[in-house]
């Protein structure tokens, strides 16, 4: 059984940074792709970041593109996410997620594991 632990979430001014990271136990994350994903109150789950099994490949949401950057550690079995200027409307709970596929995708529906979420409040 896949479990997906989040952290590194918080209080931030805008303009500040995080790094959340995302650690998995009962699998190596080495094989697969990986997604970062939130929800914010009163919306849908949409797709923040991807990355491909060896990080070759890499997508982004236009939302935050420049200055969100997904990245992984196989052998620390640790996908994070950099995330840099930070603007209220990226106030939501953010989860990660893992796809039973090297690829990286967009699409939530394609991700098999998800993580528990943590939360990220930027004030204004």
């Known amino acids: 059984q896949v479990q997906l632990v989040e952290s590194g979430g918080g209080l931030v001014q805008a303009g500040g940074s995080l790094r959340l990271s995302c650690a998995a136990s009962?699998?190596?994350?080495?094989?697969?792709?990986m997604g970062w994903f939130r929800q914010a109150p009163g919306k849908e789950r949409e797709f923040v970041a991807a990355i491909s099994w060896k990080g070759g490949t890499r997508y982004y949401a236009d939302s935050v593109k420049g200055r969100f950057t997904i990245s992984r550690d196989n052998t620390e079995n640790t996908v994070y996410l950099h995330m840099n200027s930070l603007k209220p409307e990226d106030t939501a709970v953010y989860f990660c997620?893992?796809?039973?596929?090297?690829?990286?995708?967009?699409?939530?529906?394609?991700?098999?594991?998800w993580g528990q979420g943590t939360q990220v409040t930027v004030s204004s």
């Open positions: 997620a893992l796809r039973e596929e090297y690829s990286a995708s967009v699409w939530i529906n394609q991700y098999a594991y």
């Open positions: 009962g699998r190596t994350l080495s094989r697969y792709g």
